[in-house]
């Protein structure tokens, strides 16, 4: 293990040798926290410890090697990552889309989508089409391409989840005060005391009727903040079929985290 920490206010990070390969630690201080808390990120594949102080960091550290073989686990049972670069395909709206490097000196924009086609039965795996992939196509350098994918991708999330949100809480008779889009790997959605409501630009992965549940289940929160029978009354006047979109988010959501890894998104 590398102890040689960088520090930011209260978060350190290190290194540690995992069936001999580096990986990144990273040590967080809460003071609300009762005890240390070892996680693995599966967005960037990362050994999150959470200690209730930063004084107990060194010893945090021993405690992350002491359970190596729990983390190495943690880490094989991630799906591979799959890194936005030409030739590859990802979900986009639950339909499959091959990302094309487009060379050509005039594109009329960053990313542009050729041939999308729609799955008609949308309880078929993730990439089913008769039609092949739609394309992606992703103009300027190359070493450009991952980024620009990532700015679609959350552009595009932005746009749907906005507009389902605002749907979803006018009917409702009312309207959170902010929307905000992070890379979280425990939620898909929250909703604040003060209205915010926040979800993971990775619902642009999941098919329209899971990202469409999401954002019906955190605008009802404006209303009822709690899980109780009035918030799932609320729901259901908006979702025809609830457990439908749980159980793809259930069986499927795991997966979202693994595509954009690597540099080529960073």
């Known amino acids: 293990m590398n102890k040689a920490l960088t520090s930011q206010d209260r978060t350190q990070q290190a290194t540690m040798m995992v069936e001999g390969r580096e990986v990144q630690v990273v040590l967080r201080a809460n003071k609300r926290a009762r005890r240390m808390i070892l996680k693995v990120d599966p967005v960037r594949r990362e050994v999150m410890i959470t200690s209730p102080s930063i004084r107990g960091f060194s010893r945090a550290l021993a405690f992350a090697q002491k359970h190596e073989a729990w983390v190495a686990a943690q880490l094989r049972d991630m799906p591979e990552p799959v890194p936005f670069v030409d030739g590859t395909v990802i979900p986009v709206r639950g339909e499959p889309h091959l990302i094309v490097h487009d060379a050509s000196e005039r594109a009329r924009a960053p990313v542009r989508v050729e041939g999308a086609c729609i799955n008609s039965d949308p309880d078929l795996p993730l990439f089913a089409s008769s039609n092949g992939p739609a394309r992606l196509l992703v103009s300027g350098k190359p070493e450009h391409l991952g980024r620009r994918v990532t700015d679609w991708l959350k552009r595009e999330a932005r746009r749907d989840l906005e507009e389902a949100t605002l749907t979803h809480a006018a009917a409702y008779g009312t309207a959170p005060a902010r929307i905000t889009l992070r890379d979280t790997a425990s939620r898909w959605g929250s909703c604040?005391?003060?209205?915010?409501?926040?979800?993971?630009?990775?619902?642009?992965?999941?098919?329209?009727?899971?990202?469409?549940?999401?954002?019906?289940?955190?605008?009802?929160h404006l209303i009822e903040h709690n899980h109780g029978p009035r918030f799932w009354e609320l729901v259901e006047t908006r979702i025809d079929d609830i457990e439908r979109a749980k159980t793809w988010l259930t069986e499927n959501g795991a997966a979202l985290h693994r595509y954009g890894a690597g540099p080529a998104a960073s």
């Open 192 to 220: 604040s005391t003060s209205r915010v409501i926040n979800y993971s630009w990775r619902l642009i992965f999941a098919p329209p009727y899971a990202l469409d549940y999401v954002a019906a289940h955190e605008a009802a």
